[in-house]
T-cell receptor, first 115, second 112 residues
């Protein structure tokens, strides 16, 4: 398997623009997680899905952030409008309940810079 | 404060020395996991220890878990320059299966 795939790897945008980050989890995995990592706040869980259904979105900073998982092989994280403080590395991860351990497999991340 | 807090925040050692990192947590857990992150990359799972286990080994890695003290340690023996990375502990909270809570990480630097 190719692992968790994220796109784009780098995104530079201007304040106020809409940003869409994409994730393809490992085939067969039933959990998908979105994280944000910054120097100041470390690794924060934003939202996670189980079988395409959002389970916990309490980490989503505000209404400007939204996430969808229309099918088992694709998820998006959207920021609209973007602000400079959203600059961070965003990671997607997936896991498989049947492993019984909740080990998470991370994608390479999307480095977002909002000017 | 954080569910997982790690100590030290940064550690610098010479190649060949052992590196020990500690993690403390606050609530009952199903398991505790350690992950590694190389600069600019995603996290990679290293090792998992279940709540009913006390020690586990994997190659040069040794993990201990003390549920009475709510703490864990990761020991890397005979460190190499390639071990330079950030190391995170993550806990799966009891009865909250599926979600992991990550600590702030320990930044390890191994000098050749």
């Amino acid at each position: 398997d190719a692992g968790v795939i994220q796109s784009p790897r780098h995104e530079v945008t201007e304040m106020g623009q809409e940003v869409t980050l994409r994730c393809k989890p490992i085939s067969g995995h039933d959990y998908l997680f979105w994280y944000r990592q910054t120097m100041m706040r470390g690794l924060e869980l934003l939202i996670y899905f189980n079988n395409n259904v959002p389970i916990d979105d309490s980490g989503m900073p505000e209404d400007r952030f939204s996430a969808k998982m229309p099918n088992a092989s694709f998820s998006t994280l959207k920021i609209q409008p973007s602000e400079p403080r959203d600059s961070a590395v965003y990671f997607c991860a997936s896991s498989d309940t049947w492993e019984g351990t909740d080990t998470q497999y991370f994608g390479p991340g999307t480095r977002l810079t909002v000017l | 404060s954080q569910q997982g807090e790690e100590d030290p925040q940064a550690l610098s050692i010479q190649e060949g020395e052992n590196a020990t990192m500690n993690c403390s947590y606050k609530t009952s857990i199903n398991n505790l996991q350690w992950y590694r992150q190389n600069s600019g990359r995603g996290l990679v799972h290293l090792i998992l220890i279940r709540s009913n286990e006390r020690e586990k080994h994997s190659g040069r890695l040794r993990v201990t878990l003390d549920t009475s003290k709510k703490s864990s340690s990761l020991l890397i023996t005979a460190s190499r320059a390639a071990d330079t990375a950030s190391y995170f502990c993550a806990t799966e909270i009891y009865n909250q299966g599926g979600k992991l809570i990550f600590g702030q990480g320990t930044e390890l630097s191994v000098k050749p």
